[in-house]
């Protein structure tokens, strides 16, 4: 690439010079000719060197987990949901039709039906979920562990096609609990003296001492909010 560059700058510079040269001879035609020429390579070079830049730097820094948790696994997925629309009747269609591909993204974990659910964020902004069988999947075998992404595609889209959107996701552990030891299925979730149902927020219906126990032993006494677990 940078050979490239050196060669269209040279050329640039020869044709320069001949078209300078030139037109005080009288030769019009061939200075002017030779001047676009001289732009034409050095517009190309301009750009063969800003590409060259561009694809030396790094999309993005790589995640690096705090000290004392590791990263147990990673997985490239689709996210689905992405043809709803959000709470605020925003489509997330027109969401990802927006979107370069270089945003960052989180993951937010949920309960959805009472199963395990996450998520996929773009700021304040739902662009869809993990798939249920991932969800469930990844919460029996990483219970307590947090969710890192980075946005890989936006596909789809030209009219046609619906757009699409590919993640990478990193599975964050404690490595003072690791993740074996772990009782599985214990996605974490809000109860209180006063209610019957379990929560997936600790300030939803006005709780005033709420208590965070494991899902699997919520659902054996409590029903899912309606408000916060749909």
Aim: with cysteine; proline share 4%; charged share 25%.
């Amino acid at each position: 690439m940078a050979k490239k560059k050196i060669v269209l700058y040279g050329v640039a510079a020869l044709f320069a010079v001949s078209g300078i040269v030139a037109l005080p001879s009288g030769n019009i035609a061939g200075g002017v000719g030779c001047i676009v020429i001289a732009a034409v390579c050095a517009f190309l070079g301009k750009k063969s060197a800003d590409k060259e830049t561009e694809t030396g730097k790094p999309a993005r820094e790589a995640t690096r987990p705090v000290s004392g948790s590791r990263i147990a696994e990673t997985i490239r997925t689709k996210v689905v949901g992405v043809t709803y629309c959000n709470d605020d009747g925003e489509s997330r269609q027109d969401i990802l039709s927006r979107m370069t591909g270089d945003e960052e993204i989180q993951i937010e974990k949920t309960v959805y039906n009472g199963e395990p659910a996450a998520y996929v964020k773009w700021g304040d902004k739902v662009l869809g979920y993990l798939s249920a069988e991932l969800s469930k999947d990844l919460a029996n075998r990483y219970p307590n562990a947090r969710y890192e992404a980075k946005l890989l595609e936006i596909s789809g889209g030209g009219g046609v096609h619906t757009f699409g959107c590919n993640i990478e996701l990193d599975i964050i552990v404690d490595e003072q609990r690791g993740s074996a030891q772990e009782p599985a299925g214990e996605t974490v979730v809000y109860v209180d003296r006063s209610s019957k149902k379990y929560h997936i927020k600790p300030d939803c219906s006005g709780m005033k001492n709420p208590k965070a126990i494991p899902l699997s032993q919520a659902k054996k006494k409590y029903a899912p909010c309606r408000k916060c677990c749909k």
